[in-house]
T-cell receptor, first 111, second 114 residues
């Protein structure tokens, strides 16, 4: 059974810092990995999807990497802003289309 | 596109009552998922459909839970009878076939059973 772990559970940084969020998964037989953002009281918003054939994917100040062999992914946020404060979740698909989610990292960017 | 639409946004009901949650997926998406989120257990998959057919309902906690998808643009999740431990945020999400298709979530229904 796939298990997804995210470290740290919570992170607080001053505005402008670069930061890295970590995600690890136990079964490396995945075809993609997704990073989501969740704001309080809202649903999840897909940020980046990395195919298993890719090593990284970029969108604006966000860069996600994937190392299938080691079962790890990182989400790098450059020049963090208070508006980046949210919970960030990673998810990997199972044998079908269902996703298994990590428990998330709650990020607070202090002005 | 309006995104995935869920209703109601909030539902407060008494134990023993029937609760029906509704979802309209994004047009053209052929997969629909129902998730439940709690502080203790995080996001749990309850059931998912492909082309309106239930594929995996192993996450449905009990017979009190049922889900239907009568057509490509509508799905319901019903709890009967509801219990306080069912209190959670219920999310609907949809996506299309293909490994490059992200999952799109609705804003959820916050259910409180007293």
């Amino acid at each position: 059974k796939q298990e997804v772990t995210q470290i740290p559970a919570a992170l607080s940084v001053p505005e402008g810092e670069n930061l890295v969020l970590n995600c690890s998964f136990t079964d490396s037989a995945i075809y993609n990995l997704q990073w989501f953002r969740q704001d309080p009281g809202k649903g999840l918003t897909s940020l980046l999807l990395i195919q298993s054939s890719q090593r990284e994917q970029t969108s604006g100040r966000l860069n996600a990497s994937l190392d299938k062999s080691s079962g790890r992914s990182t989400l790098y946020i450059a020049a963090s802003q208070p508006g980046d404060s949210a919970t960030y979740l990673c998810a990997v698909p199972g044998s079908a289309r269902q996703l298994t989610f990590g428990s998330g990292t709650q990020l607070t960017v202090l002005p | 596109d309006a995104g995935v639409i869920q209703s109601p946004r909030h539902e407060v009901t008494e134990m023993g009552q029937e609760v029906t949650l509704r979802c309209k997926p994004i047009s053209g998406h052929d997969y629909l998922f129902w998730y439940r989120q709690t502080m203790m257990r995080g996001l749990e998959l309850l059931i998912y459909f492909n082309n309106n057919v239930p594929i995996d309902d192993s996450g449905m906690p009990e017979d009190r839970f049922s889900a239907k998808m009568p057509n490509a643009s509508f799905s319901t999740l019903k709890i009967q009878p509801s219990e306080p431990r069912d209190s959670a945020v219920y999310f609907c999400a949809s996506t299309r076939q293909g490994s490059n298709s992200p999952l799109h979530f609705g804003n959820g229904t916050r259910l409180t059973v007293t």
